[in-house]
């Protein structure tokens, strides 16, 4: 598979094992917050009310994360 993609093998081991990213960490939090946002509300509400709600609730994100997550 290596091969095939042009990436060496130690590097492909190397970012299987790496932390995980600041934005990547902030990413899932925020997309945990919108399955919750969405499970209360029965999945009725679209991304201008889930980002309401979520600055409602105190996180900080914009309308246009909420709506690459979403989607």
Known sequence: MCRCLGASR??????????PSHAE????TILTEIKSVMSDTKNRYGVRRVHKELKARGSKCSKGLV???MT
Do not use: D, H, V
């Open 10 to 19: 130690p590097g492909f081991y190397k970012w299987l094992k790496r932390k």
């Open 67 to 69: 709506e690459a997550l």
């Open 25 to 28: 960490i902030r990413r899932n």
